[in-house]
Structures are given as C-alpha cells and as structure tokens.
C-alpha cells in the first residue's frame, strides 16, 4: 500500500528522517524490494547499470555495521565550512541545530534500525578525473534518490548519510564486498515512519540558487 500523494508531495516532502523512524516495526523484504525494482529504472550513466543495493537486516549483522557507523561518525570531518555555507546553513535560524540535534538522536539509537541500505557501484573514484567522477556519482545518486522516493510513498523513512566512509574498508570487509572494485556510496537507515505527514522544508529563496542564461 502507497501513500496518496501527488508527484509534488512526494518530491517535496520526502526528507531526510532521523528521529521519526519507528524502531519498533519490522520492515518487510518485499516493500525493500520493491523499491530497489524503482531505484533500477532510474537513469544510468551510458546504460551500464553498476549500482547494486546491500540490505542489512540481520540482527547480528546490523549490530556490528552499526557499531562501524559510530565508529566513523566521530572521525567524519567532511570539507571545510566557507562563509557562505555558514550562510545558508543558518538562513532560518535554528535549522542546522535541529539537523545535528537529529544526527545525535540517530546516532544513540542506530543500532535499534531495523534495516540500513548501502549502495554500491561498481569502480572507484578515489583518484579518478572529475569527468570520471562525475560519471560515476551521475550514476549512483539518481537510483538511491528514486529509493527514497519509492520508499516515502510506503510510508518508509531514510536519511543519506556517508558516515561510512572514514571506514569503508572496513564496512566492506563484514559485507563481503570487493573494496578495491566496488564503491560503498552511501549509508540510508531506513525504517517505516511515526507518521506520515511531513511537509516541505525551508530552504534559501529561489533567487539565491537560480540563474538564467548566465551566472
């Protein structure tokens, strides 16, 4: 069963859910399925379909990739903040608060997840051009957003996170996945939702990011 929301509900309101996932409540495979079967018909870079999808829901198996999660959360340092990140992180006041107060709480609870979505591609990028980049990623993202797409219309939540790559290695090892020929993209808890009635972000005015025929 989907939820009844138009294209624009569903583009618009399908956030990243980080403390509204229900840890209580299973997720059927077949609903995961069912979303990996949608995120598959997203566009490819020239039609080379190398994205695959590692769900993790056994118990063991979960505990010990989330205690990896923790571990490369708190060595996760990312790109040196610009002035005009800070600008746009703090446009409306208190929203990045509400973003890190949001990491926190999944972060103290990552391990009562009932399901993490780990995509994958097929090739590194590590010291790849930025045309190979590019391809690569142009690849990847657009199955992974049509999975969370798919899976807020199931009343499913997720969160993108690459949390997982300060360890990646690692990760890749407990899975089982060839480090050296398969890139882990990302990290999704993903859960059903308490409730479904999320609504559209706030984000900086239209103005700030849109420009017509020249910067």
């Not at 006041?93 to 097929?122: K, W």
């Not at 999704?188 to 420009?211: E, M, N, S, W, Y």
């Amino acid at each position: 069963m989907t939820l009844d929301l138009t294209p624009d509900e569903l583009l618009s309101t399908t956030r990243a859910v980080r403390r509204r996932l229900d840890l209580t409540r299973p997720v059927p495979r077949e609903l995961i399925e069912e979303c990996v079967d949608l995120a598959t018909q997203a566009p490819t870079g020239r039609n080379r379909q190398r994205w695959h999808f590692l769900v993790v829901t056994d118990p063991g198996r979960r505990r010990a990739v989330a205690d990896i999660f923790l571990r490369a959360l708190a060595q996760a340092s990312g790109q040196p903040l610009t002035g005009r990140d800070l600008w746009r992180m703090d446009y409306h006041p208190g929203s990045t608060e509400r973003v890190f107060d949001g990491l926190r709480h999944l972060a103290d609870n990552i391990h009562q997840v009932p399901a993490f979505v780990i995509p994958a591609i097929e090739g590194r990028t590590d010291r790849a051009s930025v045309a190979e980049q590019a391809g690569t990623w142009g690849s990847i993202l657009p199955a992974v957003w049509s999975f969370m797409l798919a899976a807020r219309a199931r009343g499913l939540g997720t969160t993108w996170t690459t949390a997982q790559a300060p360890l990646e290695r690692e990760l890749a090892t407990v899975l089982g996945v060839p480090y050296d020929k398969v890139m882990l993209a990302a990290f999704i808890p993903l859960a059903f939702t308490i409730g479904t009635d999320f609504k559209p972000a706030r984000r900086i005015p239209r103005d700030q990011v849109l420009h017509w025929d020249r910067w």
